[in-house]
């Protein structure tokens, strides 16, 4: 059984940053891509950035220039670095998960992701 928790999340300022980790356990964490998702209130589930089993990043063009992913194979963790937050960037993010053939492959569709966290609020007061 595989098992994403995430945390780091929180209420900051507009402007300000955070960071948000996710550690996977229960599987062999080298053969996932990983990718971060986040829903607002009534809203849809929304892309925000991805990475491949070898590292390289995609992002959602609202989080362009201001977010990095990472992970740290050797901590089974992948990282969100969000700065110039803005009140928009208010959500649940959630860790998501799921087997890669190539370490090249990256997905941003949410539905294609197999195992998910619980989720972890962020909150950008303007």
């Known amino acids: 059984q595989v098992q994403l928790a995430e945390s780091g999340g929180g209420l900051v300022q507009a402007g300000g940053s955070l960071r948000l980790s996710c550690v996977v356990s229960g599987r062999t964490y080298n053969n996932y891509a990983m990718a971060w998702f986040r829903q607002a209130p009534g809203k849809e589930r929304e892309f925000v950035a991805t990475?491949?089993?070898?590292?390289?990043?995609k992002y959602g063009d609202s989080v362009k220039g201001r977010f990095t992913v990472s992970r740290d194979n050797a901590k089974n963790a992948v990282y969100l670095q969000m700065s110039s937050l803005k009140s928009e960037d208010t959500a649940v993010y959630y860790c998501?998960?799921?087997?890669?053939?190539?370490?090249?492959?990256?997905?941003?569709?949410?539905?294609?992701?197999?195992?998910w966290g619980q989720g972890t609020q962020v909150t950008v007061s303007s």
């Open positions: 990475v491949t089993r070898g590292g390289s990043a």
């Open positions: 998501a998960a799921r087997a890669a053939a190539d370490s090249s492959d990256w997905y941003i569709e949410w539905d294609s992701y197999q195992y």
